[in-house]
């Protein structure tokens, strides 16, 4: 390695070109720069110092493309780069090699992260190619991508400034639920991993719809760390339970909005399906049945059971103003399913709903017989209920609230979520 760094020192030196430039840039300009009898002068050369570790500094690791020619590479992928070759030392490090990376996913496309991820966990699981013992990987992230794509008993959170471990015997997880895990936790609800705060729904309705509202009260859920993770209608528990444990628990308040689906008496048989009707159940009965709908309560998740039926209902059940709300997003999904409704469209609509409701007022309906009426499409005619919630969610930019007008059970989730209470 000297000698070839010699070699081409010489070469250089006797170049007619580099000779010419070296004594142009020594008389026309450093010389401007002696002072007295002091000598300024430069050399152009590739190792004035030919030792070997010289030498190995010199020496450049570059990306090419598949014609090997040079291109101009951005951040990540020397990012990944240098991931590699740090790798590539510690294979040959045969007295626990330790990798040590913070924040991997930086400048990375989402692919990219996961393809670097499936590297870091082939290098951490051995035995590896020539007896080379195995890499312990450890690295911190804010990438939702990395967090869903690790095994939930690998990861550590890290809260207020403490470390809660995840492994098997730690958490209230069961082996079914890291199994569980490990097939539907994807990257929406990796977020979970990251939020001071969780909302865990049962369908994308309250997913679209519950942040506006929460926002509409005066408790925007972004201000507060808020997430919501729609986990649909099995697994409720196994995604809360990563957040129970014995001992010290993990300071994120948990949230579990579930319909308490009991469904009123005068309910059509179309729309009860195999639901029990709450005036055939005692005070017992019911109390019971909203007990077995937060069995799994514990630490810092609490469950809030709708105060009587579903979401759309319950909130159309509230208030004059929240069933005028929602059956005017009711009639707009209506609309929309051929085509989405234009500005003319979307006015005829809204007043339309609007003639009805006042009719309803005027004819003293009840807001339950009210509500019927409006849930009714969503569950018999296929009116969309995330469409609804989508509109249902603009149209509260425009409609002032008071805290009477939102169902109980969503103002006691909001306000623990965003810590007016005590967890």
Not at 8 to 33: G, H, M, P, T
Not at 69 to 90: C, H, I, K, P
Request: hydrophobic share 45%; aromatic share 8%; glycine share 6%.
């Amino acid at each position: 390695m000297r000698g070839i760094l010699r070699r081409a020192e010489r070469d250089i030196r006797d170049n007619k070109a580099v000779a010419e430039v070296s004594e142009d840039i020594n008389s026309a300009y450093l010389q401007r720069f002696v002072i007295g009898d002091d000598v300024l002068r430069a050399e152009i050369s590739v190792a004035t110092d030919a030792t070997l570790v010289r030498a190995l500094e010199r020496l450049e690791l570059n990306l090419f493309t598949a014609s090997d020619e040079w291109t101009r590479r951005g951040l990540g992928y020397n990012n990944a780069l240098f991931m590699a070759a740090e790798l590539l030392l510690l294979g040959k490090n045969e007295l626990a090699p330790l990798l040590l990376i913070e924040e991997p996913e930086a400048h990375l496309h989402p692919q990219l992260q996961t393809r670097i991820m499936d590297l870091l966990r082939d290098k951490a699981q051995g035995p590896q190619d020539g007896d080379r013992a195995p890499v312990q990987v450890i690295l911190t992230t804010h990438s939702p991508n990395l967090a869903s794509s690790t095994p939930v008993e690998c990861l550590t959170l890290v809260a207020r400034g403490r470390t809660f471990p995840l492994r098997r015997g730690v958490t209230r997880l069961t082996e079914g639920d890291y199994a569980f895990l490990t097939r539907f936790l994807d990257v929406t609800k990796a977020n979970m991993f990251f939020a001071r705060g969780l909302a865990m729904v049962e369908g994308d309705a309250e997913a679209i719809f519950l942040p506006s509202l929460a926002d509409a009260l005066g408790m925007p859920f972004n201000e507060h760390g808020v997430s919501v993770v729609n986990v649909g209608h099995v697994g409720l528990f196994r995604y809360s339970r990563v957040f129970q444990r014995d001992g010290e628990q993990i300071p994120v308040r948990v949230a579990c909005i579930r319909d308490r689906d009991l469904v009123p008496a005068d309910t059509p048989e179309g729309m009860r399906g195999k639901l029990a009707r709450w005036t055939d159940m005692t005070k017992e009965q019911i109390s019971a049945h909203v007990t077995a709908l937060t069995t799994g309560d514990d630490g810092p998740v609490k469950t809030f059971v709708s105060d009587w039926w579903t979401l759309e209902y319950d909130l159309a059940v509230t208030s004059w103003t929240m069933a005028r709300l929602m059956y005017r997003a009711v009639k707009l999904a209506s609309v929309a399913a051929p085509s989405w409704p234009d500005a003319d469209k979307t006015e005829k609509a809204i007043a339309r709903a609007d003639r009805v409701v006042d009719t309803w007022i005027g004819q003293g309906l009840s807001l339950g017989e009210a509500a019927l009426k409006i849930y009714r499409p969503l569950k018999l005619d296929n009116v969309s209920k995330p469409i609804t919630a989508q509109f249902a969610a603009q149209l509260l930019t425009s409609t002032p609230l008071t805290r009477s007008d939102v169902p109980p059970y969503l103002l006691d989730a909001f306000t623990y979520l965003c810590g007016e209470v005590a967890p």
